[in-house]
């Protein structure tokens, strides 16, 4: 995939969390956003439970972390000088637009 094709791509993905409550809302370092990344993932399950029980409001509260996390990682991902840490903030980038995708077509409120 070209350089240009995935910026696009995250620009999209950017847009679509334009809510001022699903913004990166601090400087977060890189241990952070792996364990927000982990949370995430640990989450989704808890999701998909929520909506089967129509507890909706857990649900818009997943999607609201997932958005911001994205957010945070992009930023962090555009900071970053490290080859390796960039490489790895780059493939939790794409498994979040994944997840993101998800809950956007699967978990619908």
Known sequence: MSKTKKNKMYKKMKSRNSSKSQKCDKE??????????????????????????HLNNRVKIYKDDVYREYDCMLKLHKKIKDA????????????????????ENGIKL
């Open 28 to 53: 977060y370092t890189y241990s952070s956003i792996v364990s927000g990344y982990n949370s995430i993932l640990d989450g989704i399950s808890n999701a998909i439970i929520n909506k089967s029980k």
């Open 84 to 103: 390796d840490k960039k490489e790895d903030l780059r493939i939790m980038l794409d498994r979040l637009k994944i997840i993101i995708k998800y809950v």
